[in-house]
């Protein structure tokens, strides 16, 4: 009588080397079962938490330097091509940002524009006045960024200590800027207002102040793209839009971590009833869950399978299937279907706070203002939908594939299970003491 009489069972897929990789994570990162609401437990509420800070911490910090390095960089391109002062004013009269009147005044204050005098060097020049004293341009340039470039406080920045305000990085930014009208209230004002006094003395001040308004609201215009970017993804209803999809993807992710381990056991399982008749319990690693009952009821202390226990351990294995279905992935398609629901959220809100402050086109005096609150509030209204329809797919497919994994999971153990159906135990092995 040969050593083996039964069929050998069939080797599983192989493992890749991801998911190889994967087994190496320790026990304590993944669930023990596979039917559970896990999405809601403190790991994965955590580590959702924390990708969500470090993602919107990078995101923010490069693009608040990449505001900043536009502001320093700028130059107007209605003066692109400009070689000397008398081109420059006669450029600004060609493009209607001033008056001829002020010709003269213009080839005074106006520089070509060069990588070394950017637009923003351009705009504290128009601030300066003849003669000694006055404030120095690096503050007149520092206050001028600020205004320009916006405010950029955080949304939870109030709850925050003090020492700890850099936290509020990893939040949701809010980017409040000011006007062209602000800017120069806030530049003709300082020194004790000598540049108001200055331009007041003069000939065709108004002129003056009305193109000095018309440049700064140029520069403002070569900023304003990437504190659009900024506004686009900064937001309460963004950051909890990202935070869901992380938490989707992280529980996703920790289970696919026991899903692996589990199709490996199968294998290891394979091997040895291939190679000696009987499993060596203890060489298979650990098994948790409710995989590990029912095997533990199919296969003997010995480690020998038994036939007469597949029937029922077929049956708990369709429990387990069926439940995880029902259970574990209903819980996280709700998760993701919320993602598409927080955008229309979003989209609401903002196009509700829009037409609140429309009221303010007939009765204010600020119409210009007013227009870009407007804006503001519709962006943030548009931008909440395009970041859910940009994570809602990203979670449905990450859902998809785990889900994918996990059935070809089930499929080895019921195969496996299905070979011990015939298993005869070799001669070899029952011929031990």
């Known amino acids: 009588?040969?050593?083996?009489?039964?069929?050998?069972?069939?080797?599983?897929?192989?493992?890749?080397?991801?998911?190889?990789?994967?087994?190496?994570?320790?026990?304590?990162?993944?669930?023990?079962?596979?039917?559970?609401?896990?999405?809601?437990?403190?790991?994965?509420?955590?580590?959702?938490?924390?990708?969500?800070?470090?993602?919107?911490?990078?995101?923010?910090?490069?693009?608040?330097?990449?505001?900043?390095?536009?502001?320093?960089?700028?130059?107007?391109?209605?003066?692109?091509?400009?070689?000397?002062?008398?081109?420059?004013?006669?450029?600004?009269?060609?493009?209607?940002?001033?008056?001829?009147?002020?010709?003269?005044?213009?080839?005074?204050?106006?520089?070509?524009?060069?990588?070394?005098?950017?637009?923003?060097?351009?705009?504290?020049?128009?601030?300066?006045t003849p003669g000694p004293g006055g404030p120095p341009s690096e503050e007149r340039l520092l206050r001028l960024r600020r205004m320009s470039t916006g405010t950029r406080l955080s949304g939870v920045s109030e709850a925050l200590p003090n020492g700890l305000s850099w936290l509020g990085n990893g939040f949701w930014i809010d980017i409040k800027t000011a006007s062209a009208d602000e800017i120069v209230s806030d530049q003709a004002g300082m020194e004790d207002n000598r540049w108001s006094r200055s331009i007041e003395g003069q000939k065709d001040s108004e002129e003056k102040k009305k193109f000095t308004r018309r440049y700064i609201e140029g520069l403002q215009n070569r900023v304003q793209e990437p504190i659009r970017d900024m506004r686009r993804i900064n937001g309460w209803v963004q950051w909890f839009t990202v935070y869901t999809t992380f938490l989707v993807i992280v529980t996703l992710l920790r289970r696919l971590v026991l899903i692996v381990k589990l199709r490996v056991t199968v294998r290891k399982i394979v091997a040895e009833l291939n190679r000696n008749g009987v499993i060596q319990v203890g060489s298979l690693g650990p098994m948790t869950g409710e995989?590990?009952?029912?095997?533990?009821?199919?296969?003997?202390?010995?480690?020998?399978?038994?036939?007469?226990?597949?029937?029922?351990?077929?049956?708990?294995?369709?429990?387990?299937?069926?439940?995880?279905?029902?259970?574990?992935?209903?819980?996280l398609n709700n998760l993701v279907a919320v993602l598409p629901a927080l955008g229309f959220l979003g989209t609401v809100i903002g196009m509700g706070d829009a037409l609140l402050k429309a009221d303010g086109l007939f009765s204010s005096q600020e119409k210009q203002q007013v227009i870009g609150l407007i804006t503001q509030d519709l962006g943030f209204a548009f931008d909440t939908t395009l970041v859910s329809l940009i994570c809602a797919p990203i979670a449905g497919v990450v859902l998809t594939l785990v889900r994918l994994r996990e059935q070809q999971m089930f499929a080895d153990y019921a195969g496996l299970l299905a070979a011990f159906r015939n298993w005869t135990v070799p001669v070899a092995v029952r011929a031990r003491p």
């Not at 010995?302 to 007469?308: H, L």
């Open 291 to 331: 995989i590990a009952v029912l095997m533990s009821r199919a296969i003997s202390p010995m480690g020998v399978p038994r036939p007469e226990a597949v029937g029922s351990a077929l049956e708990e294995l369709q429990q387990v299937r069926t439940g995880s279905d029902a259970g574990s992935y209903g819980v």
């Open 1 to 128: 009588m040969s050593a083996k009489t039964n069929p050998p069972p069939r080797a599983t897929a192989r493992i890749g080397l991801f998911e190889w990789l994967l087994t190496l994570v320790p026990r304590f990162i993944h669930p023990r079962r596979l039917v559970s609401a896990a999405a809601f437990s403190p790991m994965p509420l955590l580590l959702a938490f924390a990708l969500t800070w470090v993602t919107f911490a990078i995101a923010n910090s490069w693009l608040s330097s990449r505001i900043d390095e536009t502001f320093d960089t700028a130059t107007l391109p209605e003066f692109n091509n400009v070689s000397d002062k008398s081109m420059a004013a006669k450029r600004a009269e060609e493009r209607k940002w001033a008056d001829p009147k002020i010709h003269e005044w213009l080839k005074e204050v106006l520089e070509p524009p060069t990588p070394a005098f950017p637009a923003s060097k351009q705009t504290v020049a128009l601030f300066q």
